[in-house]
């Protein structure tokens, strides 16, 4: 469980770590793979959101994804990736979240992804929580958390161990 004082300050403003959908670069199924590529290359990500045309997410798109497929491909050439489509290649979504104050989650999610989806109830894709951006609210919580809280260590005894090893 998150200490409630860090909880507080990390959920201070969501909007500070969550990037809106209409900013997010990301493709339909129905675009070409080689579609993909040019997005994927443009905004310099390895995977990007797969949505229905009423912004609903249907996937994620990664260039491993793409490049696998053009591997299957006789003579593997990039001007093949215009016949198939990003649904040819798409993985589904293996997490996100419905509510952006599910620090925790969110924060199990992010040491294995660069980003998570935020989805509303109906699965109507809103933005994404990278980690980046939530390291910015850890870092401004690591300079600020003094300014916001009286801070005193415990005292610790010989039990209490200094660095925990995991």
């Not at 409630?4 to 670069?25: F, G, H, N, W």
């Not at 443009?42 to 995977?47: D, F, I, L, M, S």
């Not at 925790?104 to 951006?133: A, M, S």
Request: aromatic share 6%; net charge negative.
């Amino acid at each position: 469980m998150i200490d409630t004082a860090v909880e507080q300050m990390l959920l201070k403003d969501t909007r500070s770590y969550v990037i809106p959908a209409d900013v997010v670069a990301n493709v339909t199924a129905s675009n070409t793979l080689e579609h993909a590529l040019m997005v994927l290359s443009k905004v310099g990500y390895n995977r990007i959101p797969v949505l229905a045309a009423d912004d609903h997410l249907q996937g994620m798109i990664s260039l491993a994804a793409i490049t696998d497929k053009l591997l299957q491909v006789p003579g593997a050439a990039v001007d093949q990736l215009s016949h198939y489509k990003v649904a040819d290649a798409m993985s589904p979504v293996g997490h996100w979240v419905d509510d952006p104050k599910k620090l925790e989650t969110i924060l199990n999610y992010l040491v294995d992804d660069p980003f998570i989806p935020l989805i509303d109830d109906h699965q109507v894709f809103q933005g994404i929580i990278t980690r980046r951006e939530l390291l910015k609210r850890i870092n401004y919580l690591a300079h600020n958390l003094h300014v916001n809280y009286d801070v005193t260590p415990k005292q610790l005894t010989a039990k209490t161990p200094l660095h925990s090893h995991s």
